[in-house]
Each structure stands twice: as C-alpha cells, then as structure tokens.
C-alpha cells in the first residue's frame, strides 16, 4: 500500500510541477527577476550536461513566514520535451539546509527528470525517472537561499525509470528559480 501511495504523491508532484511551469510561460523569460539573480537549472545526467532554463521558477511565494514547501522546475527547450523537477514538503518548514532521502522513506523529497514522447505535435507519452521510490534511488537537495525572491540551492541523486529498471545519475545539479 505504501508504494502505490508513495508513487501516486510522485505523479501528483510531476503534474505539479509541470502545471507550474505551464503557467510561468505568462512571465518574462531568462535574466533576473527583482535584482536577486539569474534564472537556471541545470545539472548533468549520466555525464551529459543539461540546461532547463526554459521557463524556470519555483512554486507561489509563500503567503506565511513557514516555507511548507518547494517546487522547482523548468524545461530543455520552450517546446517541453525534456524537463527536470524538484519538490520537498515540509511541515514544519524548510529552511536552508541539506535534505536526503534514501529508498522509501518518509521524507517527502523528490526530483524527477521527464522525457515527453511527441507525435503530430501531441504528447503521447511521458517517461519519468524519479527518486525516491525505489531501493537503490536516493536524493539530496541542498537550499543555500530561500528569500522573498525565490530558492537557490544545489542537488543530485539517482533516479529510476517509473515502471522499469533503468536508473539515470543526477550530478551537479545547480538552481536559482524566482517564485512564480
């Protein structure tokens, strides 16, 4: 039963996330929002560098002083065929600081790289790898800045093919997203 809820939290944080970044697409793209810095994702899969600057951001701006949590996403390309994803949810508040989940486990961190298969100029399919679902995955986010401007931080990890045995190693990974 946990896995089916642990993956049904990993799919709802991937719509999440992508509804997210649909709706950035009404801000102005790349650059620096509010004097605090430019906007970018980027990390290397399996050794390959990878930039998902495209329509990058992190979740609403949080309407308390407790940070409950952080979504952070953006895209290869303005197209949406490759995109990558982080969401950390905590009760009692994220803060700056390092998080890391190992396996299952009870620390609802997550990051996702997504592959959307297009025909027609339709999407047919996502392939998601995701971490932390399975034994072997891990993830570790590290917040260096959280601010009224958005989140800065760093992270990595190994992520498994949803449905499959394929794993992908997330390294280098680096963030400066504004709140949408």
Not at 111 to 140: A, L, P, R, S, W
Not at 142 to 165: A, H, P, R
């Given at each position: 039963m946990k896995n089916i809820t642990s993956r049904v939290q990993h799919v709802l944080v991937a719509a999440l996330v992508m509804a997210m970044i649909g709706l950035s697409g009404c801000k102005k793209n790349g650059g620096t929002a509010d004097g605090e810095g430019e906007k970018f994702l980027n990390c290397k899969i399996n050794g390959k560098y990878y930039e998902f600057n495209s329509g990058v951001n992190a979740n609403d701006k949080p309407s308390t002083d407790t940070v409950h949590f952080v979504v952070i996403g953006g895209w290869e390309k303005p197209d949406k065929i490759k995109g990558f994803g982080i969401g950390l949810t905590l009760p009692e508040g994220?803060?700056?600081?390092?998080?890391?989940?190992?396996?299952?486990?009870?620390?609802?961190?997550?990051?996702?790289?997504?592959?959307?298969?297009?025909?027609?100029?339709?999407?047919?399919?996502?392939?998601?790898?995701?971490?932390?679902?399975?034994?072997?995955?891990?993830?570790?986010?590290?917040?260096?800045?959280?601010?009224?401007?958005?989140?800065?931080?760093?992270?990595?990890?190994?992520?498994?093919?949803?449905?499959?045995?394929?794993?992908?190693?997330?390294?280098e990974g680096k963030f400066s997203a504004p709140y949408n």
């Open positions: 994220a803060k700056e600081a390092t998080y890391t989940a190992t396996g299952p486990t009870d620390l609802e961190l997550n990051g996702q790289y997504y592959i959307q298969e297009m025909k027609d100029g339709k999407i047919m399919n996502t392939i998601v790898y995701t971490g932390v679902q399975g034994e072997g995955t891990n993830f570790k986010l590290t917040i260096t800045s959280l601010t009224e401007w958005g989140v800065k931080g760093t992270f990595s990890g190994k992520l498994e093919l949803d449905g499959g045995d394929d794993v992908v190693n997330v390294t």
